[in-house]
């Protein structure tokens, strides 16, 4: 019998003892740097001579490994080894499965600082921020091995009929794309990979571009585990080539992935294709980007807003899908509340966060990102006022920095209040009050998270009904879902709500199979 779920802690880093640990991390990442690492394919490891190097975002000088440029006949071989592996796999015993995925879990949190260690250098997370993540993969693992126990049998769910007995079993669906982006890549990573497994099917894994360190990291612990050859494949190399390839191939079953809403929309339109020699339909799952909102009324209590508007906006330089990127706020506040949000900005402190764990605001993951944010900047300067930031900064290393940056009194229909810039910078829309501000937080085409501060308890209940979006969180921050306690998951643009860390999203990765048998 296992015990009852319970989120892993999150360590902040103001113990002497673990800031220690982290930096002996450090240098152990450090000292590994600079390896050729492979593509597994049915339990071999398979070396190219092309490879692309995963560097540091803070000095992208220093590579932190290689991998293998992986093609499409490497995703056919991925996607055989996996079709064969599920022959088996499908038929291990649900216990065996989850008690896979929480030996993974014992692993990742012995080793916890060495994975923190290697996010602050492979994507630039901030200390804490980084043993969030880490926390959040432990509490996936050990979610879904419980859920995973409690969904494969439904049958005493059943209506009893004379004569017959009833079984109703969630069987898996067979071999998967797994596709996470760079953003967590050890949380969804972790998340995507061990739901897939847990319910029987088998992968094929492909890390992102930015981050295939942390990603390999996953397979690797997966297998150290016990993952028997094949169940579980790990091909790397480009997005639009390997990626785009797992979704076409006609015995991929479905599709897991997390990331940009063109890349999401392409897999839903291609996945929706019955290709030559595919006998299903397949099935994706699909997360998306967000814009989401922070909404102030005039009864709000104006310090926690400023705290949770700033925390919503920069934490891990705004790269979250959940980050509060528009604050709507009404007329009667604005001018008080903007230079509480100001002062608390002008605290955040940006550097490497290799550094240490007073580094609040890291770099930006890569020299796309850079110009994408860099261009929104210059957007922004024409559409609102500039209150803090707006520019690169430069760094001798290369870095890829951006000042925190807020923009004042933009228009709610501006480029920078509506499209998804992930990065570190805010808009923030004045609002007529708290009408014209609801309609304003429903203007988008996304529905992700949103926030609102209000003592009004008209209002509050009247958010819960017309605020539109997956995760609405009253008088708190915007991002920092909780598995078990939070599902996570957006509307419309943002995806297809499927409630990562819920009790509904193995169902999503299984099959229900009805069986009557005369007595
Ligand atoms: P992306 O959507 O291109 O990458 C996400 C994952 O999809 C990666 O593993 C990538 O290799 C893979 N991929 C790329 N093209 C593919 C294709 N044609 N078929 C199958 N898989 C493919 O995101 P990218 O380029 O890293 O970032 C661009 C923008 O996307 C960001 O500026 C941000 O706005 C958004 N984004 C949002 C995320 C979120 O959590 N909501 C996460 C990552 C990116
Ligand atoms: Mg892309």
């Given at each position: 019998?296992?015990?009852?779920?319970?989120?892993?802690?999150?360590?902040?880093?103001?113990?002497?003892?673990?800031?220690?640990?982290?930096?002996?991390?450090?240098?152990?990442?450090?000292?590994?740097?600079?390896?050729?690492?492979?593509?597994?394919?049915?339990?071999?490891?398979?070396?190219?001579?092309?490879?692309?190097?995963?560097?540091?975002?803070?000095?992208?000088?220093?590579?932190?490994?290689?991998?293998?440029?992986?093609?499409?006949?490497?995703?056919?071989?991925?996607?055989?080894?996996?079709?064969?592996?599920?022959?088996?796999?499908?038929?291990?015993?649900v216990?065996?499965?989850?008690?896979?995925?929480?030996?993974?879990?014992?692993?990742?949190r012995?080793?916890?600082?060495?994975?923190?260690?290697?996010m602050?250098?492979?994507?630039?997370k901030?200390?804490?921020?980084?043993?969030?993540?880490?926390?959040?993969?432990?509490?996936?693992?050990?979610?879904?091995?419980?859920?995973?126990?409690?969904?494969?049998?439904?049958?005493d769910?059943l209506?009893?009929?004379?004569?017959?007995?009833?079984?109703?079993?969630?069987?898996?669906?067979?071999?998967?794309?797994?596709i996470?982006?760079?953003?967590?890549?050890?949380?969804?990573?972790?998340?995507?990979?061990?739901?897939?497994l847990?319910?029987?099917?088998t992968?094929?894994?492909?890390?992102?571009?930015?981050?295939?360190l942390?990603?390999?990291?996953?397979?690797?612990?997966?297998?150290?585990?016990?993952?028997p050859?094949g169940?579980?494949?790990?091909?790397?190399?480009?997005?639009?080539?390997?990626?785009?390839?797992m979704?076409?191939?006609?015995?991929?079953?479905?599709?897991?992935?997390?990331?940009?809403?063109?890349?999401?929309?392409?897999?839903?339109?291609?996945?929706?294709?019955?290709?030559?020699?595919q006998?299903?339909?397949?099935?994706?799952?699909?997360?998306?980007?967000?814009?989401?909102?922070v909404?102030?009324?005039?009864?709000?209590?104006?310090?926690?807003?400023?705290?949770?508007?700033?925390?919503?906006?920069?934490?891990?330089?705004?790269?979250?899908?959940?980050?509060?990127?528009?604050?709507?706020?009404?007329?009667?506040?604005?001018?008080?509340?903007?230079?509480?949000?100001?002062?608390?900005?002008?605290?955040?402190?940006?550097?490497?966060?290799?550094?240490?764990?007073?580094?609040?605001?890291?770099?930006?993951?890569?020299?796309?990102?850079?110009?994408?944010?860099?261009?929104?900047?210059?957007?922004?300067s024409d559409?609102?006022?500039?209150?803090?930031?707006?520019?690169?900064?430069?760094?001798?290393?290369g870095?890829y920095?951006?000042?925190?940056?807020?923009f004042?009194?933009?228009?709610?229909?501006?480029?920078?209040?509506?499209?998804?810039?992930?990065?570190?910078?805010?808009?923030?829309?004045?609002?007529?009050?708290?009408?014209?501000?609801?309609?304003?937080?429903?203007?988008t085409?996304?529905?992700?998270?949103?926030?609102?501060?209000?003592e009004?308890?008209?209002?509050?209940?009247?958010?819960?009904?017309?605020?539109?979006?997956?995760?609405?969180?009253i008088n708190?921050?915007?991002?920092?879902?909780?598995?078990?306690?939070?599902?996570?998951?957006?509307?419309?643009?943002?995806g297809?709500?499927?409630?990562?860390g819920?009790?509904?999203?193995?169902?999503?990765?299984?099959?229900?199979?009805?069986?009557?048998?005369?007595?």
């Amino acid at each position: 019998m296992l015990t009852e779920f319970r989120n892993e802690p999150v360590l902040d880093y103001s113990d002497p003892e673990d800031v220690r640990k982290f930096r002996a991390a450090l240098d152990k990442v450090r000292a590994e740097a600079g390896q050729t690492l492979p593509l597994i394919i049915g339990g071999e490891k398979i070396y190219l001579d092309e490879t692309f190097a995963t560097v540091c975002p803070a000095r992208p000088d220093e590579a932190l490994a290689h991998f293998a440029d992986g093609g499409v006949e490497h995703v056919d071989m991925a996607v055989a080894a996996a079709e064969e592996a599920f022959a088996s796999w499908r038929l291990t015993p649900v216990g065996e499965r989850a008690r896979l995925l929480l030996r993974v879990a014992a692993l990742m949190r012995d080793r916890r600082h060495e994975l923190n260690a290697l996010m602050s250098l492979e994507i630039g997370k901030a200390w804490s921020e980084a043993d969030g993540e880490t926390s959040e993969a432990i509490d996936f693992l050990e979610y879904y091995a419980r859920q995973m126990l409690d969904l494969a049998d439904r049958s005493d769910e059943l209506t009893e009929w004379p004569g017959e007995q009833q079984t109703l079993n969630y069987i898996p669906l067979g071999v998967g794309a797994v596709i996470p982006p760079w953003n967590f890549p050890l949380a969804i990573g972790t998340g995507l990979l061990s739901a897939t497994l847990v319910a029987g099917n088998t992968a094929v894994y492909k890390p992102a571009e930015q981050s295939p360190l942390l990603g390999w990291k996953v397979a690797e612990y997966f297998l150290e585990c016990g993952l028997p050859a094949g169940v579980m494949n790990f091909v790397t190399g480009p997005g639009e080539v390997v990626g785009a390839r797992m979704v076409e191939h006609p015995r991929t079953r479905f599709i897991c992935f997390t990331g940009s809403r063109d890349v999401g929309v392409e897999i839903y339109e291609k996945a929706g294709r019955v290709l030559p020699g595919q006998p299903w339909l397949k099935r994706s799952i699909l997360e998306m980007g967000g814009k989401d909102a922070v909404l102030v009324d005039e009864t709000a209590r104006l310090d926690q807003a400023a705290e949770g508007i700033v925390t919503s906006a920069f934490g891990y330089q705004g790269q979250k899908c959940s980050a509060g990127s528009r604050v709507i706020i009404v007329d009667d506040v604005y001018d008080e509340l903007v230079p509480r949000i100001l002062e608390r900005a002008k605290s955040l402190r940006v550097g490497a966060p290799d550094e240490g764990p007073d580094v609040t605001v890291g770099p930006v993951i890569d020299p796309n990102q850079f110009d994408k944010v860099k261009s929104y900047l210059e957007t922004g300067s024409d559409e609102g006022e500039v209150l803090l930031g707006g520019s690169p900064i430069e760094t001798e290393e290369g870095g890829y920095f951006i000042q925190p940056t807020i923009f004042g009194e933009v228009p709610e229909t501006a480029r920078i209040a509506q499209e998804e810039i992930f990065g570190p910078v805010v808009a923030l829309v004045r609002a007529r009050d708290f009408e014209d501000a609801l309609r304003i937080v429903n203007s988008t085409d996304y529905g992700l998270t949103g926030a609102v501060y209000s003592e009004d308890p008209g209002r509050l209940s009247r958010v819960r009904d017309d605020f539109h979006v997956g995760n609405l969180y009253i008088n708190r921050k915007c991002t920092g879902a909780m598995v078990g306690v939070q599902p996570f998951g957006g509307f419309n643009m943002s995806g297809t709500d499927s409630k990562a860390g819920g009790p509904d999203y193995l169902t999503l990765f299984t099959q229900a199979k009805a069986i009557a048998q005369r007595l």
